[in-house]
């Protein structure tokens, strides 16, 4: 609702409320007060009627009585009728022009233990209160006296003309009073709202006409000085934009630029890479042509001049052979080193549960051999990374736990804890054995290429390239891997990754 109407009902509103409750007032309790003072006005005369009667209809002054009941009845508008009937009920005296109205003896008869008696009749289709009054304890009669409230509608009806007047007057004045206020205050504000709405959708060159040095002048001066404001700081935003816009546009012509060279790096890169992959493979190829000549070679003078040959002679096969065997391990160890970096599969969602399971599996053979007992954790979680890669991590730490293990009855337990990594909590992954253990001055060169802290022939013999691999893998990945151990005792092998 606008101010305006709230301003408008906010006046009539009062206004309608007083004048119904005026009205209540008038035709309630305005006119049961008059009703009671007419009555007791009735009551009074007849008392000083029934009085002054006695005498009169002693003496069988007819005449004199009815000069009494007549000059009583013009003396007020209010009593229809009055008249004097005696003690067997039959009328005296009468103020009637037209004759008694018999009836009007039986309508109110006088009880002995009530002094007066008030009865309401309809004469001449008016309503009359008839109040009757006993002479001499009703040895000489009553006297009745029928009194009208034409004078009781005429004052409610003179009120209720005054009332309406003045309620008319009000309301003329209250419009009067609403539409000044609305001249003076209501408009001044419309116009403010509009400049508003103007200024709102993006007009500020709009202002308040500043009328009046009241509030409503200061707050049209207020609305003034934000609309400027307002306009200046628009007009530093939008320079700040251009400049913005044109920092943009240089950063986005940098940054193309950048793209186009590095696209140009990636590419040559890419190309390095397949040349790499291609000289690598090559390499790895010519490397490895000779010593299967040599391995060939050394298999069949065992066998074609075995009888030829001390046990000096074979023995010197026997170790060319196994020499070029061992070199063939080191150069594809080699080169699935330098592959690590090089080929990026992609991250997926993986369940380490089955993963670590799998790589069980592919383990059985020599798990068995050994009678190792294995122990998983059934809460290690899902992880994001390179399956392929974090399956060969397990693999070679699992693989290591078993090999380097001399109890009759090894142990190697999988799982997960939370550990601080860098100054953070994280979920760190092990694999625990009962093994032969690490000294603790090798926990950082144990993780360098081919490096072995036993003969080669120990414990299966093996190049030293396994945990080499697991550190460039976990590296990739953004973790971390290190090693707890106690010689004799067994080693855990912790890693994390993100």
């Given amino acids: 609702m606008s101010i305006r109407n709230k301003l408008f009902f906010g006046n009539i509103i009062p206004i309608l409320c007083l004048g119904i409750s005026m009205f209540v007032f008038i035709n309630t309790i ?19 009627l029934a009085a002054q009667s006695p005498n009169l209809i002693l003496t069988d002054d007819i005449m004199s009585l009815h000069r009494l009941i007549d000059d009583i009845k013009e003396e007020s508008q209010d009593i229809t009728y009055i008249f004097i009937a005696d003690e067997k009920e039959r009328p005296l005296i009468h103020t009637f022009a037209e ?9 109110n008869p006088i009880k002995e233990e009530k002094d007066y008696s008030i009865q309401l009749i309809k004469v001449e289709e008016e309503i009359i209160q008839d109040i009757a009054v006993p002479i001499l304890e009703g040895k000489l ?23 309406l007047t003045f309620l008319l007057i009000t309301l003329i004045l209250s419009l009067i009073i609403t539409y000044l206020v609305e001249g003076r205050l209501i408009q001044p504000i419309f116009e403010i709202a509009n400049m508003a709405r103007a200024v709102g959708q993006g007009d500020l060159e709009k202002r308040v006409e500043v009328k009046t040095k009241d509030e409503i002048g200061g707050l049209a001066i207020s609305f003034n000085q934000m609309t400027t404001n307002l306009k200046k700081a628009m007009d530093e935003l939008e320079l700040e934009k251009k400049s913005l816009e044109q920092k943009v546009y240089e950063r986005t012509q940098e940054l193309e630029e950048a793209n186009i060279k590095l696209k140009t790096r990636a590419e040559e890169l890419e190309a390095v890479n397949k040349e790499l992959e291609s000289f690598t493979h090559s390499a790895s190829h010519d490397l490895k042509e000779p010593l299967r000549g040599i391995q060939s070679f050394s298999q069949f003078l065992l066998e074609d001049y075995a009888d030829k040959l001390d046990e000096t002679g074979k023995d010197y096969l026997k170790r060319l052979s196994a020499s070029a065997n061992r070199m063939k391990s080191l150069i594809d160890d080699l080169l699935a080193l330098s592959r690590i970096s090089r080929i990026k599969n992609p991250y997926t969602s993986v369940d380490a549960n089955k993963l670590v399971k799998e790589v069980l599996k592919q383990l059985k053979p020599i798990i068995e ?19 392929v890669k974090i399956k060969e991590v397990f693999h070679n730490l699992i693989s290591n736990a078993v090999k380097y293990n001399v109890q009759k009855q090894p142990r190697i337990e999988i799982g997960i804890e939370e550990r601080l990594v860098d ?14 253990g690490i000294e603790e001055k090798y ?12 003969l080669k022939d120990e414990y299966g013999g093996g190049t030293g390239a396994g945990l080499a691999i697991v550190k460039r893998v976990i590296t ?4 971390h891997v290190w090693v ?15």
């Avoid at 305005?30 to 000083?48: C, D, M, P, Y």
């Avoid at 100054?423 to 092990?430: A, D, E, N």
């Avoid at 707890?484 to 912790?494: A, I, L, N």
């Fill in 30 to 48: 305005f006119e049961r007060t008059l009703l009671k003072e007419l009555t007791e006005k009735g009551v009074a005369i007849v008392h000083n």
């Fill in 99 to 107: 004759g008694f109205p018999a009836d009007l003896l039986r309508i």
């Fill in 141 to 163: 009669g009553s006297i009745h006296l029928g009194i009208n409230e034409r004078s009781i509608r005429k004052k409610i009806a003179q009120t209720l003309y005054i009332l």
């Fill in 369 to 387: 051999e050994k009678n190792v007992k294995v122990e998983i954790d059934d809460e290690l979680p899902f992880i994001y990374c390179d399956e």
């Fill in 423 to 436: 100054g953070i909590s994280q979920s760190v992954f092990f694999v625990k054995d009962n093994g032969i």
């Fill in 443 to 454: 926990f950082e060169e144990i993780f360098g290429i081919f490096k072995r802290l036993h």
């Fill in 476 to 479: 990739d990945h953004g973790g």
């Fill in 484 to 498: 707890k151990s106690t010689p004799g005792q067994g080693s855990t092998f912790y890693f994390s990754i993100r």
